[in-house]
């Protein structure tokens, strides 16, 4: 069984920035595909970011690129997510997610999902 644990959320103004993380437990991270996705009200799930298993290159939404940074940290167990430039249409709820099958930008490959930590942007 796998279980993530995010933190890191928080309010920051327009132009700041966080740090994301996740605690993977149950699983080395790096034999798994880890991903980050986030959701607004009223809105769907919407991908951030994935690193698939054996690689240490991430892919990133449209939305995010150039201010976004997924890292994995083998030794803890972790997935981290740096994000710079914050606008407030980031403003979601952040969710680490696991899977065992290869890059996939789909909510719906991924059968392991964190609880969430709520990133909010406003001045």
């Known amino acids: 069984q796998v279980e993530l644990v995010e933190s890191g959320g928080g309010l920051v103004q327009p132009g700041g920035s966080l740090r994301l993380s996740c605690v993977v437990a149950?699983?080395?991270?790096?034999?798994?595909?880890m991903a980050w996705f986030r959701q607004a009200p009223g809105k769907e799930r919407q991908f951030v970011s994935v690193i698939n298993w054996g690689s240490d290159i991430p892919d990133y939404g449209d939305s995010v690129k150039g201010r976004f940074r997924m890292s994995i940290d083998s030794g803890q167990n972790m997935v981290f997510l740096q994000m710079n430039s914050l606008k407030s249409e980031d403003t979601a709820i952040y969710y680490c997610?696991?899977?065992?099958?290869?890059?996939?930008?789909?909510?719906?490959?991924?059968?392991?999902w964190g609880q969430g930590t709520q990133v909010t942007v406003t001045s």
């Open positions: 149950g699983r080395p991270v790096d034999s798994m595909l």
């Open positions: 997610a696991a899977a065992m099958g290869g890059k996939n930008k789909s909510p719906s490959a991924y059968a392991y």
